[in-house]
């Protein structure tokens, strides 16, 4: 009777060891939804605008902190640290710019404000992801390249996202570069690429 005793003890205890570990496997390899941003928010951003070798115009840069400050002025209810935007453009959205040089249109600019042609189709990725979800069909309104003192500045006066985090509208971006070095640089021949610093809006 003690022998059957403990083997059905035995039998029970393997029995409820393998429930809890399969338990266990399949929560572990469920993935828990994203976690979507809401509302509207303003990063701060810094990245390039590159003039690409099939002659579009890319804009593209990522989401920090700086200077102590966090990477964005709202979380949305989420746990986002740094994002990633990606935005292209026609080069023909800027008077002067050819397939191989951005001095053209950097010269212009210093006489009177270029306009740039509305941006579509861009996305941020947050980190961490996939806790949060991305922003998605990232619009920008309202370009102009245009120099102010001694920046030159890129400048669009409206954004919006059409899913995931942050949908909705807001005010866009504006960013700037150092001028007399983006001159200098232009000295030395053809220039494809301008890196630009300052805010996004979502």
């Known amino acids: 009777m003690k022998n059957f005793l403990k083997v059905a003890v035995a039998a029970t205890l393997t029995l409820g060891l393998a429930t809890t570990v399969g338990t266990g496997v399949a929560s572990a390899r469920g993935k828990p939804p994203a976690v979507t941003a809401t509302g509207t928010t303003t990063c701060n951003f810094h990245g390039q605008l590159v003039l690409n070798t099939d002659g579009s115009l890319s804009l593209s840069g990522n989401i920090t902190p700086s200077h102590g400050v966090a990477a964005c002025t709202s979380k949305g209810g ?12 026609p ?13 053209p249109a ?3 600019a210093v006489t009177s404000p270029q306009t740039l042609a509305d941006l579509a189709g861009g996305a ?5 992801g996939p806790k949060v979800a991305a ?8 370009g102009s390249l245009s120099v102010a003192s001694t920046s030159l500045s890129v400048t669009y006066t409206g954004s919006s996202v059409t899913s995931g985090s942050f949908t909705g509208s807001s005010t866009g971006l504006s960013a700037s570069t150092d ?3 983006v001159q200098a640089s ?16 979502l």
């Open 186 to 201: 232009c000295l030395g021949g053809a220039v494809t690429s301008i890196p630009v610093r300052g805010t996004l809006s």
């Open 106 to 108: 950097v010269a212009a």
């Open 179 to 181: 001028l007399a070095s």
């Open 124 to 128: 941020v990725a947050w980190s961490p």
């Open 135 to 142: 922003s998605v069909g990232v619009g920008l309104t309202g």
């Open 78 to 89: 989420s746990l986002l640290r740094t994002g990633h935007i990606n935005q292209t453009l």
């Open 91 to 103: 080069t023909s959205a800027v008077p002067g710019v050819v397939a191989t040089d951005l001095c």
